[in-house]
């Protein structure tokens, strides 16, 4: 069994469905996924829970290659609004959303090893690679971070994957010292700075398992398709995601998930005459 964690709302459906096919299309290990999402409109009108049409979806997908995959949906807004309502970091470069992680010591449901990934990663290679590196005497692994590891810090981290010790975690409170930190400092890269700041042991591991730039290496693991600063011909950002197919065909040259993105536009075609039907139905 391998346990997946993902956070977001209702616009990370096209994210947890490439990924959740790069994942089951690639491993014989049953897959176990938590989504923790939470309906925060207050700030934006967009920011609403992921739906239980989509988890259902979702769990069709997946349970398409494995039938005991399944896909769990656990709303976190009120442990959200005890934690974080109108915080120092609330509104930071991301969205409050990138805190819902934070929240993962406080929900039982979660066991004691889980994979955290965020929702722009997809599996090149079998993930049961990762999952069975062994964090027994560390509260996570984790890969650094590409930039920040040479302007921040030298072992500064990339928190878009987190290969968790759950029951070390809550041991040492990391993320209890984290959530304190979210409340109290402004941060630049709010969640994970927290998480960097509070750690006690972290097991830094080879790049193959969140290869941020590279996205045609055939060794990688886990890609993460998370923005990228570019020097030539002039300073500048991309941020390309998965489910953008034509960007990463032409912009990033990426070929190495065409196979899961097709089948991505099958499903979400299914997907999409679905709705049309219970609205039609409505």
Not at 34 to 50: C, P, V
Not at 95 to 108: G, I, K, S
Not at 261 to 282: D, F, T
Request: hydrophobic share 35%; glycine share 2%.
């Amino acid at each position: 069994m391998i346990n997946i964690l993902l956070c977001g709302n209702i616009k990370v459906f096209d994210g947890a469905l490439t990924e959740l096919i790069s994942i089951t299309n690639k491993t014989k290990e049953t897959i176990r996924c938590y989504i923790f999402t939470m309906d925060l409109s207050r700030i934006k009108y967009e920011y609403k829970s992921i739906t239980n049409n989509q988890i259902e979806f979702l769990n069709k997908v997946v349970k398409s290659k494995n039938i005991d995959n399944e896909v769990i949906k656990i709303d976190v807004t009120d442990l959200y609004e005890k934690e974080f309502n109108k915080c120092k970091n609330e509104t930071a470069y991301c969205t409050p959303y990138t805190l819902l992680r934070l929240l993962a010591d406080l929900v039982p449901e979660i066991p004691d090893k889980v994979l955290y990934l965020d929702i722009d990663m997809m599996a090149a290679d079998d993930i049961s690679k990762l999952y069975s590196i062994d964090v027994s005497k560390y509260e996570y692994a984790v890969v650094k971070e590409k930039y920040g590891s040479v302007f921040i810090w030298p072992d500064y981290i990339n928190a878009g994957m987190l290969l968790l010790n759950m029951k070390k975690i809550r041991e040492t409170n990391l993320l209890e010292k984290a959530r304190n930190l979210i409340r109290t400092k402004k941060m630049l890269f709010a969640d994970q700075d927290a998480i960097y700041r509070a750690t006690t042991s972290k097991l830094i591991i080879p790049r193959i398992y969140n290869e941020q730039s590279k996205f045609n290496k055939k060794d990688t693991v886990i890609c993460h398709f998370c923005k990228r600063l570019l020097l030539w011909p002039y300073p500048r950002t991309e941020n390309y995601k998965q489910w953008n197919i034509e960007e990463v065909h032409k912009v990033l040259k990426c070929h190495t998930f065409d196979t899961d993105l097709e089948e991505y536009k099958k499903w979400k075609e299914e997907y999409e005459e679905s709705r049309e039907e219970v609205e039609i139905y409505e």
